[in-house]
Structure formats: structure tokens, C-alpha cells
């Protein structure tokens, strides 16, 4: 059987673009070259470039990965590549690199601790799951042995480099602004070039592995 409740229907309105307009590579691709590292030449920029950086950099990347963790890091990939259609989506993969990194490093924390958390209010104490510790910490909780931990983005990266999880030298301060400032606009949309989101995919590739190391 078909599912029909995948979308709502609408009638078509005749604006709708067709496959070989949305398959058009984005013109601002128009004047990008390349070195070819064969032959020392210049040469025009074609999307298997665009495409080549990314396909490198997770090529060392463990088993180990959890398969939720992957499947991101694809996605990324693919907004990437789809880039070529699209010069925005660069910009797009590079905030969905970026919530990656986050998401890793949630992963890793529950990974390290499988089991309830100890909390402590006053002279309190309670034993909860992560979700009712989350919850709990608002309200002037502390986790036993982290009292400074409070679930945000930059505790996760105190904790991970404290348990050495992370090596030194992550740019942390510059990946919370660049996060932030892409997570709350105000006044102006991000259109960074594709090399900015090739960066950072490096970066989120190097933190995995980091967390889930091979061998």
C-alpha cells in the first residue's frame, strides 16, 4: 500500500520548479577554480571538487561511532554536497556540523554515564536519570562531584576536556560564538563560502574521533 499521509496535499500553482531546474549548479560556482594536484594546473571547479575534502575527512572515522552520530555527520555531508545546487546550503551544513559536535558530546556524556545521576540540593540528595537531572539543575540542583556542570554546550566541553576526552587546543570559544550567533539571528542570514563549512566539518570530524577513538 502507498503511504498517501507522507506530505499534504495542495493543488500545484504552476511556480513549482522542475527536477532539471533544481538540479542546475548555483551560478555563484560559476568562477571558482581548482590546482589540480596532478598536473599543477588551474582548472575549472566541478561539484566532485566540492565533494572531495568532505569524502577524506571522515575516511579514518571508528567503528565505534554510534550509528545516530553517522547518521548526522551524512547529513552534513549530503547539505554539503547539495551545496552545489544551492550555495546556501554550505551555510547550512556548517550549523548542522556544529549541532553534531554537540550532539556528540551529549552522546559521549550518557555514554559515560549509563546510569542514574547523583544530585545534590542543600543537604539533599537524589538519585535521577540524566533528562530528570537536566530538569533538576535548573532549580538549583548539582550533579555530586560537577558542581560547575549545568547541560549547556559549554560545560559539555569543560567535561569532556577535563576527563581528557578532548585534546587541547579546541577553539571552544569560537565554536559557542559561531553557533550562537548562527542559532539566535537578528538581523542578517549567514551565507558563509564552502570552505568555511569544509572547516568546520574537520573540526566535528576530529572531536568523533576524538570521543570514539579507533583501535
Keep these: ?118 544530585i545534590v540540593h542543600k543537604s539533599q540528595t537524589e538519585k535521577v536519570s540524566i533528562a530528570e537531572a537536566e530538569r533538576k539543575l535548573r532549580q538549583g540542583w548539582r550533579i555530586v562531584g560537577m558542581s560547575e556542570f549545568n547541560f549547556s554546550l559549554r560545560s559539555l566541553f569543560t567535561w569532556a576536556f577535563d576527563t581528557k576526552l578532548l585534546p587541547s587546543g579546541v577553539d571552544v570559544e569560537g565554536i559557542l560564538q559561531l553557533r550562537n550567533s548562527m542559532a539566535h539571528p537578528t538581523s542578517f542570514n549567514w551565507v558563509l563560502p564552502p570552505g568555511r563549512a569544509l572547516d568546520v566539518y574537520k573540526i566535528l570530524l576530529q572531536m568523533v574521533g576524538a570521543l570514539w577513538p579507533a583501535g
Excluded at 547518521?71 to 554550505?90: D, K
Design 1 to 118: 500500500n502507498i503511504d498517501m499521509s507522507i506530505t499534504p496535499h495542495f493543488p500545484r500553482t504552476g511556480r513549482e520548479r522542475p527536477v532539471a531546474d533544481l538540479t542546475r549548479p548555483d551560478g555563484r560556482f560559476s568562477n571558482c577554480f581548482r590546482l589540480d594536484p596532478q598536473d599543477g594546473k588551474w582548472k575549472m571547479l566541478e561539484a566532485e571538487d566540492l565533494q572531495a575534502g568532505y569524502c577524506h575527512a571522515d575516511a579514518d572515522l571508528s567503528p565505534g561511532v554510534p550509528p545516530k552520530i553517522r547518521e548526522r555527520i551524512t547529513v552534513a555531508q549530503n547539505l554539503a554536497f547539495y551545496g552545489w545546487f544551492c550555495y546556501e546550503f554550505s551555510t547550512i551544513s556548517l550549523f548542522w556540523s556544529l549541532s553534531c559536535i554537540e550532539m556528540a558530546l551529549w552522546c559521549k556524556f550518557i555514554e559515560v554515564h549509563p546510569g542514574a545521576l547523583e
